[in-house]
């Protein structure tokens, strides 16, 4: 199966020295923390800055997980976040693999997924880790999102509407709507006097969200 999204994995690039003192921070006991100052602690910054920015390229500068619009956010929203965590030693070497890396909101990094590794099938196969099937929630690199689950959304000033919908069958879709708790970024409110004109282009997500949002009163 080739990627799922571009620019493809295959394509990054970093230059010779960033290389080096990713080889170097490999060879320490915290590959990504390593901090040695002067011109490798540049190399090394300038290496996650490009791993950062490739990865939001891929997935449009959203969450790969709720896909809320990171585009602009800054470090304080947005998190180079490593699948199979860099905390287990024994996922120290994947620090900076690319399939293992995406772009992650704080609160879906850190209130949900934080260090667990319960989303893996078999964590023993290491010849698996980079199997789409090995993974029970959708995988950034390895799965494409909209095959899963849909996330459809709108605003005019203080109307908001945020659905979700998950394929039918995906069971990965329905993994990942729980496991980062979707439906707790889900909105219904709109404004009655707008009409459902807004919401058709969004489709069926998004007229669920009006529908339940009338029948709860929201």
Known sequence: MGDRYLPSLDAFMLDENEQTAIAEALAT??????????????????AKVKIR??????HNSRCCYCRV????????????????????????????TMWNLGIACKRCNLEYKKSKTDFVVDLNNT???????????????????????????VE??????????????SEKGAYTYAYFNLRGLEVGSFDEAQGVEMLVDLGEGALEARALADQYGQ
């Open 156 to 169: 005019d000033h203080d109307s908001v509407i945020v659905k979700y919908t998950v394929t039918p069958g």
């Open 29 to 46: 006991i915290d590959p990504w923390g390593w901090e040695p100052g002067g011109a490798k602690q540049q190399a090394i910054v300038a």
């Open 53 to 58: 920015d490739y990865h939001m390229a891929r």
């Open 127 to 153: 010849a698996a880790l980079e199997d789409s099937d090995n993974y029970r929630f959708i995988h950034p690199n390895f799965d494409l999102y909209l095959e899963h689950l849909a996330r459809s959304a």
């Open 69 to 96: 619009n990171l585009h602009g956010a800054g470090h304080f929203m947005t998190d180079r976040e490593h699948l199979l965590p860099k905390s287990v030693p024994n996922f120290k070497p994947l620090s900076y």
